[in-house]
């Protein structure tokens, strides 16, 4: 079969397609959802036990550090707001966002320095893993979200460290920015839930 | 065969009764259980629904919001 030499393949142009959201962003959000399902579940599980005992948190056991948990919870919230702002800073100039991201670390820094303090405390007051019920789950859940604590201070350092060095883009901080909402926002719930309730 | 089947699995039924829990882990009866057991029945069910629908809304707006400039 002969082919025409004159006839050439159109293309139509490409479809320009509107990026919804930049990929670290959707990785950290689905990575969060996930993360959510996991406190959802320890706090289900945390509300049926406490409803099948009728003392909660038993009476023989160390009492929980409920008002100076309340003054940590205050400085990760404000961790949490300063870093937002450091966000709008960033946007218009990333070298002026630098102040309150190292703002936002050491509040950040604040908290899981004082919940380990908390541990020791609550540890050499004899309220330990197997202690009961409630001890269990409070280790539980509290020990997960300082794991997550943890590793959202770890990403605030390298934020600080990449600014500095002019590398920080606009998505990644976007998404570091996401984790550590999580983890602020987070906390409170945890806080009436094991402390408070 | 079969029917001496049946009639063996009738009176085992019948013969060895034992309480039926609805789930593994129901081993509390009071009214403040079975409802911390409905409350975080729904808790489970809704919350993974609001985020992945919540999450597909957002993008969704995202796609189809006007781009600046």
């Known amino acids: 079969m002969a082919t025409d030499p004159n006839l050439r393949l159109v293309h139509p142009p490409p479809r320009q ?6 990929d670290q962003v959707l990785g950290v ?11 959802a579940g320890f706090i289900s599980a945390f509300a049926i036990a406490r409803s ?33 702002y450091a966000g ?11 102040r309150p991201m190292i703002v936002s670390m050491l509040l950040g820094a604040f908290f899981v320095v004082f919940q380990g303090v908390e541990w020791v ?27 997550h604590a943890l590793g959202g201070l770890g ?32 906390w ?4 009436w839930q094991v402390y408070l309730r | 065969m079969g029917r001496l089947v049946r009639s063996w699995i009738v009176a085992a039924v019948c013969l060895c009764p034992t309480p039926a829990l609805a789930c593994a882990v129901c081993f509390d009866a009071t009214d403040e259980n079975r409802r911390a057991f409905l409350d975080t029945t729904i808790f489970l069910t809704v919350l993974p629904l609001v985020l992945i629908f919540g999450g597909g809304y957002w993008i969704y707006r995202q796609t189809t919001a006007p781009v600046p400039g």
């Open chain 1, 17 to 22: 397609l509107r990026r919804a959201v930049p």
């Open chain 1, 29 to 39: 959000m689905i990575f969060i959802l996930t993360e959510i399902m996991l406190f």
């Open chain 1, 52 to 84: 099948s005992n009728d003392a909660w948190p038993p009476p023989n056991q160390p009492l929980l550090p409920v008002q100076e948990t309340a003054l940590n919870t205050l400085a990760l919230l404000l961790s949490g707001a300063v870093l937002s």
């Open chain 1, 88 to 98: 709008r800073r960033f946007a218009s100039d990333p070298r002026a966002a630098l």
């Open chain 1, 121 to 147: 405390s609550l540890l050499s007051d004899g309220l330990g893993l197997t202690t009961s019920t409630h001890a269990s789950f409070f280790y539980v859940i509290v020990g997960a979200h300082a794991l």
């Open chain 1, 155 to 186: 990403v605030l350092v390298a934020l600080v460290a990449w600014l500095r060095a002019g590398t920080l883009t606009a998505d990644g901080f976007w998404a570091a920015r996401l984790f550590w909402y999580f983890v602020v926002l987070l």
């Open chain 1, 188 to 191: 409170p719930v945890l806080y």
